[in-house]
């Protein structure tokens, strides 16, 4: 039993081995108990058995390139980076912020409790002033969400004044209870 639990708390149970007797098992049945045991760990499961099934080439991504990305943005729509291990949107965007010349009107909010309310006052200023906000880490503050869509949802009226040059850029790392309709 101590062998399970060891494999079952330790820190990469999806990159290790399983114990002994059940090496056998497919990668398959091995996602069915990371899924079991450790439902934080299903993403990186899925890679690796998507990794195995169908190539390398299926799990890697390819590097953002901002100034793509930012071509198709609108002022009423937000940009939202998935986040994933390793990744740091932050530094991306304050270099692109620093190559178009916006590094001073680009606000960053981390998200977490309390921060709501800033991150309302930025977006909301942010509309006016033509400012790039960003918000981190949608997913730490998930009593949040349904106000963002909220806030977003607006954007969709016509009647509603937004600078042109406004950009919402959002960060998550992946989570069920992001708002779809702003994705």
Not at 32 to 55: D, S
Request: net charge negative; with cysteine; glycine share 4%.
């Amino acid at each position: 039993m101590s062998i399970w639990k060891e494999w079952i708390t330790s820190a990469e149970p999806h990159n290790e081995d399983l114990p002994d007797s059940y090496s056998h098992i497919d990668i398959w049945h091995k996602l069915l108990l990371i899924k079991a045991f450790r439902g934080e760990k299903v993403n990186f499961m899925i890679i690796n058995f998507i990794e195995e099934k169908l190539g390398h080439q299926y799990v890697s991504v390819p590097p953002v390139k901002m100034t793509e990305a930012y071509e198709d943005t609108k002022n009423r729509a937000p940009i939202v980076f998935i986040l994933s291990t390793g990744a740091d949107p932050n530094s991306l965007m304050r270099a692109f912020a620093t190559e178009k010349n916006y590094l001073e009107k680009l606000d960053i909010v981390s998200l977490g409790q309390g921060q709501g309310d800033r991150a309302k006052k930025f977006i909301e200023s942010g509309c006016k002033s033509g400012n790039w906000i960003m918000l981190q880490n949608c997913h730490l503050y998930r009593t949040w969400m349904p106000e963002l869509e909220k806030i977003i949802a607006e954007f969709e009226d016509p009647n509603k004044r937004i600078h042109e040059d406004f950009r919402l850029f959002l960060t998550a790392m992946p989570c069920d209870f992001f708002p779809v309709p702003v994705l």
